[in-house]
């Protein structure tokens, strides 16, 4: 699944419309400090349906919307889509291209558009399942988080990549299973004391 543009209108540091083209291959986005970088990636957390202002480094939801500057007055919204390539259909909606928008007013109303219809937040949601994009996936990785991916300790890593995988849940279904065994184990020694002391 390509991610083909970043459209960002009135988002934290982004007081002009700003398009972002992502070609085929890598995009570095370089800056000086303080000069809105990680700001793109809240971008693309905040349409995928970030609820915490917290994670996206604010206190409260409108703190994302562009504050003023001593030259420009501060914005009453902010916009930003997201513009994927699916011609090869991984997002499971009849169109070779799916823009995926998320507004906020000041004044608190807020709303999601697929392909400029209104849509809820679960229509977002389900857009993305089992497609590895989403607030909590690994498609997007913080500045936190690296340090753990780079953790010596070969255990911890691990963790992660089971949990990129999948395969936790089962690990999780295999433990409880393995638990019922134990338990089952013990019920049946107590049923055998109890034969031979009847016998
Ligand atoms: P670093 O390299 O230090 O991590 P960065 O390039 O990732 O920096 P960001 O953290 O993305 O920078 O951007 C921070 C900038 O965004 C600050 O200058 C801050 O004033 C600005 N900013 C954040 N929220 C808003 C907002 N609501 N209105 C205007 N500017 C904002």
């Known amino acids: 699944l390509h991610l083909k543009r970043l459209e960002i209108y009135g988002f934290k540091s982004f007081a002009d419309r700003t398009e972002i083209v992502f070609e085929r291959g890598i995009t570095g986005v370089v800056g000086p400090n303080g000069s809105g970088k990680s700001n793109v990636a809240d971008a693309v957390r905040w349409v995928l349906g970030e609820q915490s202002a917290r994670t996206l480094r604010g206190t409260r939801m409108e703190d994302i919307i562009f504050n ?64 590895g994009i989403g607030k909590e996936g690994y498609s997007i990785i913080g500045q936190g988080r690296i340090g753990d991916i780079l953790t010596p300790k ?46």
Do not use: C, H, W
């Open 68 to 131: 003023g500057t001593e030259k420009r007055k501060k914005l009453s919204m902010a916009e930003v889509t997201l513009v994927f390539d699916n011609v090869d259909g991984s997002l499971d909606m009849p169109y070779s291209e799916l823009s995926v928008t998320r507004r906020i007013y000041r004044s608190g109303e807020s709303e999601y558009l697929i392909n400029g219809n209104s849509r809820r937040l679960k229509d977002v949601v389900a857009l993305f399942q089992d497609t």
């Open 154 to 199: 070969s255990e911890e890593r691990r963790v992660i990549f089971e949990e990129a995988a999948g395969v936790v849940k089962y690990k999780t279904r295999k433990e409880e299973a393995e638990r019922k065994l134990g338990q089952t184990d013990q019920n049946l020694i107590r049923i055998e004391d109890i034969l031979e002391e009847l016998s």
